[in-house]
């Protein structure tokens, strides 16, 4: 699903990032370009990255909240 319409960043992205060493939503910034544009997506973007942290598999699992 796409977590950031402006800059068209996906959770498969965010979780990729994880996995590459992102921990925080700067790390996202800087990688992805996530809430550089309106910000929307902050919330949700930090709510899978530490899901994506916290359990690999549980992402894969959940499209839940935060669809944008």
């Not at 060493?21 to 530490?50: H, M, Q, W, Y």
């Amino acid at each position: 699903m796409y977590v950031c319409v402006c800059q068209a960043v996906t959770d498969r992205q965010i979780r990729e990032a994880a996995t590459g060493g992102a921990r925080t939503l700067r790390d996202l910034r800087r990688e992805l370009g996530i809430a550089r544009e309106c910000g929307n997506c902050a919330t949700c973007a930090r709510d899978c990255l530490r899901e994506a942290h916290a359990a690999p598999t549980a992402m894969a699992r959940s499209h839940g909240s935060c669809v944008a």
